[in-house]
Antibody, heavy 118, light 110 residues
Framework: QVQLQESGPGLVKPSETLSLTCAVSGYSISSGPYWGWIRQSPGKGLEWIGSVSPSGTADYNPSLKSRVTMSVDTSKNHFSLTLNSVTAADTAVYYC???????????WGQGILVTVSS | QSALTQPASVSGSPGQSITISCTGT?????????VSWYQQHPGKAPKLMIYDVANRPSGVSNRFSGSKSGNTASLTISGLQAEDEADYFC??????????FGGGTRLTVL
């Protein structure tokens, strides 16, 4: 059974960097095919942030591309998200998920609420 | 890239069928058979219900079905049950090798 679990700070100050990690269990992250992040602002819809392959090749949402970096650590079986220069608009529940080659996400973490506030 | 367009809400009575539409463009839904649908109950993570337009993952009821015509995809739920009340999101692959979601539809079972 593939399981994903997000971790990271729940509060980030404006202009600082948001960093989250997703630990994968029950499955080798090296098997991919892709590992992704999706966020959901309070009371709003889902927004695809991007995804990364086990080799480190990443695709990002064009609207966030300049601020986002994703990486994979196969030795720890986890992958990470970094979002720079955050504002209140980045306040959201952040989900990690496995993305298939068909571009759907079949396994999701439970989500982590990140609030951007001073 | 703009979000896919879904109705904000739909409703139906137990036992009835409802259909949720999801409209995109020739750069996403119209270009690929990579439409997926997710169900989300309050406070929970989304759950995959349909993938590749019309396929159901193991364990998903056959009351859920998907289809696509041109730039519009649809999710149909037949034999509505109280437990189907949730938010539903569509998603599609795009020609920029990214994914895009719809704004979501709240299903109310009357």
């Amino acid at each position: 059974q593939v399981q994903l679990q997000e971790s990271g700070p729940g509060l980030v100050k404006p202009s600082e960097t948001l960093s989250l990690t997703c630990a994968v269990s029950g499955y080798s992250i090296s098997s991919g095919p892709y590992w992704g992040w999706i966020r959901q602002s309070p009371g709003k819809g889902l927004e695809w942030i991007g995804s990364v392959s086990p080799s480190g090749t990443a695709d990002y949402n064009p609207s966030l591309k300049s601020r986002v970096t994703m990486s994979v650590d196969t030795s720890k079986n986890h992958f990470s998200l970094t979002l720079n220069s955050v504002t209140a608009a980045d306040t959201a529940v952040y989900y990690c998920a496995r993305r298939t080659s068909g571009s759907y996400s079949d396994y999701w973490g439970q989500g982590i609420l990140v609030t951007v506030s001073s | 890239q703009s979000a896919l367009t879904q109705p904000a809400s739909v409703s139906g009575s137990p036992g009835q069928s409802i259909t949720i539409s999801c409209t995109g463009t020739s750069s996403d839904i119209g270009a690929y058979n990579s439409v997926s649908w997710y169900q989300q109950h309050p406070g929970k993570a989304p759950k995959l219900m349909i993938y590749d337009v019309a396929n159901r993952p193991s364990g998903v009821s056959n009351r859920f079905s998907g289809s696509k015509s041109g730039n519009t995809a649809s999710l149909t739920i037949s034999g509505l049950q109280a437990e189907d009340e949730a938010d539903y999101f569509c998603s599609s692959y795009t020609n920029m090798n990214t994914a895009i979601f719809g704004g979501g539809t709240r299903l109310t079972v009357l």
